[in-house]
């Protein structure tokens, strides 16, 4: 087959023909490693990203761009082979997944803005192929700037901060100015992430420079509260530049001390920085800020106020989100069982962060009354798994259910669910008292199951039936809903997308969302007396105790 040359903005690219493993006849062209901004060196670290520098002839879009700056150990517990394991801070680059290249095509976009807490990840961990090939959607993906590279700030003039938002939305500028060329419509975008994405995903509702750049948003595991603000920007850009020996007595030169240190020396501090703000339940060194510019205010405050962006959203959570990828990860010996004592520890720490000067034994005590329960409630087993009902409904499910209720309340169209499928494969490698982890999706979603995905060990990642059932169920949702504002309405949709379960929109009314699986069904009021301590009785104990 012939492979297409494309024009855009700044040159024209060739890319490759791919196919998954069910559809032979249904190509899928792909474009990787194609510049979206400038490389961000030298005195563009830490500000704003600047358009493409074009180039002259066809550029070969068939390599994926180096991935941006960071702790490469983090890629330890990621069982994938990835292409490569090339870091560079010129890393600026997005790929495309198109099943047509023809201008007048007018298909969905979805704008896949990846996790990894902000300090790690890469727009192509995992392929949209089976997406693109099976639903008629284009699927770009991109990598952005990551840690102090995206984050930091000064809290003035010198560094701003929120660059990586920035990065993001001149992603999505790019594909205003160029997406048509491959089959999509620049009408119809759809930001979509998990994680760390889908929290970028909701700051994108709430920030004054994303208007109008995409008109329906899916956020996964991850909305702004998940990763909220940061308060004291410049305190930690101080401890950064200690950490690496600049002079921090005039913010105007300890910035441009940073810029001329080596990138790899930055990783290094911040994951010593991160190290130790962890110790005291802190989950970014580096997020977030209001800067008056991307963040006017804080994302709180927007929604409250019914001020975000008037797009269709779509959020929800795995059912047991801090059940095992995550705690593992952070926690030292997880999955031996805990005692009362490391418990409340750990949850006054937690809740020390995001509520300090607060009366805390009141804040821990009413949680540990929610969440004692089961047969045996003290056993250290019992109780780890108690946490992780706690840790991930306070990190990911009452902010999803929070920012449905005001997005709702606004009178946007809302969708919420709660996944509770766990892939074959995720689910034969951890205990079994674990259900639908963080991440568990993304294969889902993706459609990896329709492709030969390579692991470290050598084999394929093994996928059985249901995850191909559920995959496929779950790949109709995410396009309908990026074509019609609708996940049931496959209207427009390929002829063999399968007919999906009705998903009732989330009012505040009719507090509806779907519980996704193997045969998805509808249900109200998710966990409702557990939202109901979080977004409600803690926030009020924690304001009665400051005064």
Request: glycine share 8%.
């Amino acid at each position: 087959m012939v492979v297409p040359v494309v024009s855009t903005a700044s040159g024209k690219v060739r890319g490759t023909v791919q196919y998954t493993n069910d559809l032979p006849d249904k190509p899928v062209y792909t474009f990787v490693g194609i510049p979206y901004a400038a490389p961000p060196v030298g005195d563009l670290r830490f500000r704003s990203p600047k358009p493409a520098v074009s180039w002259e002839g066809v550029r070969d879009a068939t390599e994926l761009g180096a991935y941006c700056p960071q702790d490469q150990d983090a890629f330890s517990f990621y069982p994938i082979q990835l292409k490569h394991y090339k870091f560079d801070e010129d890393c600026l680059t997005l790929n495309i997944e198109t099943p047509t290249v023809a201008k007048e095509a007018g298909l969905p976009v979805l704008l896949w803005i990846h996790g990894g807490g902000f300090v790690t990840g890469l727009g192509h961990q995992v392929p949209f192929l089976s997406l693109s090939a099976h639903q008629d959607v284009v699927v770009v993906t991109f990598n952005y700037r990551l840690g102090a590279l995206g984050f930091l700030s000064t809290g003035d003039e010198n560094a701003p901060g929120n660059v990586a938002f920035l990065d993001q939305i001149q992603a999505m500028v790019w594909v205003q100015q160029n997406i048509r060329n491959f089959g999509g419509d620049p009408g119809r975008v759809t930001i979509f992430g998990l994680s760390a994405g889908g929290t970028s995903v909701c700051y994108h509702l709430v920030s004054p420079l994303s208007k109008g750049l995409f008109q329906r948003a899916i956020s996964q595991s991850g909305v702004c509260q998940t990763l909220d603000v940061v308060s004291n920007p410049q305190e930690r850009a101080v401890m950064l530049a200690e950490e690496l020996g600049c002079d921090t007595k005039n913010i105007a030169s300890m910035v441009e001390g940073l810029r001329e240190k080596p990138v790899d020396q930055i990783v290094t501090c911040s994951k010593r920085l991160l190290k130790k703000l962890g110790s005291k339940g802190e989950l970014m060194a580096f997020g977030p800020v209001v800067d008056g510019k991307f963040l006017p205010a804080s994302p709180s405050d927007v929604f409250d106020l019914g001020r975000a962006h008037t797009v269709d959203y779509l959020l929800g959570v795995g059912n047991h989100e801090y059940g095992f990828q995550l705690p593992s990860e952070l926690i030292r010996g997880f999955g031996r069982g805990i005692t009362e004592e490391r418990f409340l520890l750990r949850l006054k720490k937690r809740m020390g962060a995001v509520y300090p000067k607060s009366n805390l034994n009141n804040i821990t005590s009413a949680i540990r009354r929610t969440y004692r329960e089961g047969d045996n409630p003290d056993d250290p087993h019992a109780l780890e798994y108690q946490f992780t009902q706690a840790f991930g409904d306070q990190m990911f499910v009452a902010p999803t259910v929070l920012a449905a209720s005001k997005h709702a309340a606004a009178g946007q169209k809302v969708y919420l669910y709660e996944n509770q499928y766990a892939p074959s494969s995720a689910a034969a490698v951890r205990p079994d008292w674990v259900g639908c982890d963080h991440s568990d999706d993304v294969m889902m979603v993706s459609g990896a199951a329709f492709l030969d995905v390579p692991l470290k060990v050598g084999a394929l990642l093994p996928f059985s039936s249901d995850d191909k059932q559920v995959s496929m169920g779950m790949m109709a949702y995410w396009a309908n809903f990026a074509r019609t504002g609708n996940p049931s309405d496959r209207t427009g949709g390929p002829a063999d997308s399968p007919t999906v379960p009705e998903w009732p929109q989330y009012t505040p009314d009719n507090p509806a969302y779907m519980k996704l699986g193997l045969t998805s069904s509808a249900d109200v009021e998710l966990k409702s007396e557990k939202m109901k301590l979080w977004n409600d009785i803690i926030p009020k104990l924690a304001a009665s105790s400051r005064l």
